[in-house]
């Protein structure tokens, strides 16, 4: 469902200057992309990966780097001069403009700044609003919501601009359960590719298409979930979704292996294979 974007990763290498150590090595990897969650232990370089996609590396923190990426076949620099992308950094209240007095001026910054008509930014504020629940918030102070809220915020403020690729670095660390469960509600239903951070393992197995597992800046592997978590299964690093724990724990299969989300436990569990 949804678009598609196709990336070309080439023997990619990176380490922030001043450091030896690669933060990407040999990155290589071809595919077509729609919801991709990015997931691996901590400092594995995910956080580096979308920086380095969104092109903010060398605005921010100098680097050094070799190989090629390509989007829908054209370099990386050259996509960016032309599309739009979308980063939801980590700690999102950084993100915010600090000059708006209310979330729906917020939201409505990056769309004044593309010369939107009045009618038209009212039009995607309240719609983006309404997928992230903040439309009992348009009112507020940005400086009056909690972190969960500002997470959502930044995000509304993000797809508003309608870009052309998200990137999510670890956008539900702050959100309550409740809001969590929203934010993958929409995520799902998105049609825009997406790359998306995130240890929510039981979320990134319902929503995402493809994930990509990083371990100390190496990419292990690139797939379906249930293809990763099966490969992974003897894994301690890697995080297992709870349907696959109890379908392991059941001895019970679906379509050949461990389910990977709540619908899949529910059919293994009823007529599934069993080990
Ligand atoms: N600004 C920086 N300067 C130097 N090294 C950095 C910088 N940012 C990240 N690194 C290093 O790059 C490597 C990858 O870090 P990165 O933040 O991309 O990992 P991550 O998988 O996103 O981790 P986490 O899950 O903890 O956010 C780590 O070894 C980290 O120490």
Not at 189 to 201: L, Q, R, T, Y
């Amino acid at each position: 469902m949804g678009n598609h974007l196709q990336v070309a990763f080439d023997q990619v290498n990176l380490n922030y200057a001043g450091f030896d150590e690669l933060a990407l090595k040999k990155l290589t990897l071809h595919s077509e992309i729609n919801k991709v969650g990015l997931i691996g232990p901590s400092h594995a370089g995910k956080s580096t990966l979308l920086y380095l996609l969104a092109g903010v590396l060398d605005q921010v923190i100098p680097t050094e780097k070799s190989g090629t990426i390509a989007l829908d076949g054209q370099d990386l620099v050259n996509w960016l001069a032309s599309k739009q992308i979308g980063l939801v950094l980590q700690d999102p209240a950084s993100q915010l403009s600090g000059m708006a007095d209310t979330v729906f001026d917020e939201i409505a910054f990056g769309l004044y700044n593309q010369g939107l008509e009045e009618a038209e930014i009212e039009k995607r504020v309240q719609a983006v609003a309404q997928k992230l629940d903040l439309e009992d918030f348009l009112d507020q102070a940005p400086t009056a919501l909690s972190g969960g809220q500002i997470q959502r915020l930044a995000i509304a403020s993000i797809i508003a601009l309608k870009p052309d690729l998200l990137l999510l670095d670890d956008p539900t660390s702050q959100m309550d359960p409740l809001g969590r469960q929203h934010f993958f509600a929409w995520l799902k239903e998105s049609d825009c590719p997406v790359i998306i951070a995130s240890s929510e393992i039981d979320d990134l197995a319902e929503v995402c298409d493809q994930l990509w597992v990083l371990e100390d800046g190496e990419l292990q592997m690139a797939g379906k979930p249930a293809d990763i978590f099966m490969k992974f299964a003897n894994d301690q690093e890697i995080a297992k979704p709870a349907a696959f724990l109890m379908g392991e724990k059941m001895g019970c299969k679906f379509d050949g292996h461990y389910p990977v989300t709540a619908d899949e436990l529910m059919k293994a569990a009823a007529y599934g294979n069993h080990d």
